[in-house]
């Protein structure tokens, strides 16, 4: 049975890797830049004595793979949760705080009524939520 890579040495292989993609020696400066994380940060995750969580998982995630979240035992997120997220502070901020409160009331009502959000009256509330705070959904 293989052994499930530490973060330490799944992150090195990922180093030497990105390094022959370059075509050739490269710094940890350089691969944290990369990365879009601190350099102090890469250089404890790729020693061990660290490990990566918050928006710099999300970066390593993103370029290196959702791999990481095996290696560190984390599930990993869903990828249409992911995609918002990445996606939702390129929007105005108007229209991030309405979304966010259409959300939020969507799944308060769809508790507080115990409804599968699959379910037709599920659907219905949440598209009238939605036209509350300003969003058509068309299909």
Do not use: C, H
């Not at 095996?70 to 309405?98: C, H, K, W, Y």
């Not at 409804?115 to 036209?131: P, T, Y």
């Amino acid at each position: 049975m293989k052994r499930m890579a530490t973060t330490k040495d799944w992150l090195n292989q990922k180093f030497i890797e990105w390094e022959k993609a370059q075509g050739g020696r490269q710094s940890y400066y350089a691969f944290a830049r990369y990365l879009e994380v601190s350099q102090s940060g890469l250089s404890q995750w790729m020693v061990g004595s660290a490990s990566p969580g918050g928006d710099d998982l999300l970066s390593l995630a993103n370029k290196l793979g959702p791999e990481i979240y095996d290696v560190l035992g984390l599930p990993r997120p869903n990828v249409e949760v992911q995609r918002m997220t990445v996606s939702f502070a390129n929007l105005p901020a108007d229209i991030r705080q309405n979304l966010s409160n259409a959300v939020a009331e969507a799944d308060t009502a769809l508790r507080q009524e115990r409804l599968r959000s699959d379910s037709a009256e599920a659907r219905k509330i949440v598209l009238e939520i939605l036209a509350k705070w300003g969003f058509r959904y068309t299909k």
